[in-house]
């Protein structure tokens, strides 16, 4: 069984820097894109970013020039450091792989439980 373990969220204001790990555990063959997706309250899920195992990386719009994300392969962790935080920014922030373990040997999408950021203004 594949878990992806989430830390590094809390309180923040408003200008300020967070940066969220997630680490994925467990009998892994390999791992494709890793990424970060939150939810405000009332809000749909979105994606904030990701990076496939290749390097190549996306952002939303509203997070470019702010937020980084970047990957440890070694030891299957995705990071997102969060600059210059803003209110909008609170949300539940989620962990989500694409990961083929050793057995089964099929692709899954696994998701963490999510970590909160609050961006006091």
């Known amino acids: 069984q594949v878990q992806l373990v989430e830390s590094g969220g809390g309180l923040v204001q408003a200008g300020g820097s967070l940066r969220l790990s997630c680490a994925a555990s467990?009998?892994?063959?390999?791992?494709?894109?890793m990424g970060w997706y939150r939810q405000a309250p009332g809000k749909q899920r979105e994606l904030v970013a990701s990076?496939?195992?290749?390097?190549?990386?996306n952002y939303a719009d509203s997070v470019k020039g702010r937020f980084t994300i970047s990957r440890d392969s070694a030891k299957n962790t995705v990071y997102l450091q969060m600059n210059s935080l803003k209110p909008e920014d609170t949300a539940v922030y989620y962990c989500?792989?694409?990961?083929?373990?050793?057995?089964?040997?099929?692709?899954?999408?696994?998701w963490g439980q999510g970590t909160l950021v609050t961006v006091s203004s």
């Open positions: 467990g009998s892994i063959f390999s791992i494709n894109t």
């Open positions: 989500n792989a694409g990961v083929v373990p050793i057995l089964p040997r099929r692709y899954l999408e696994v």
């Open positions: 990076e496939t195992s290749g390097g190549i990386t």
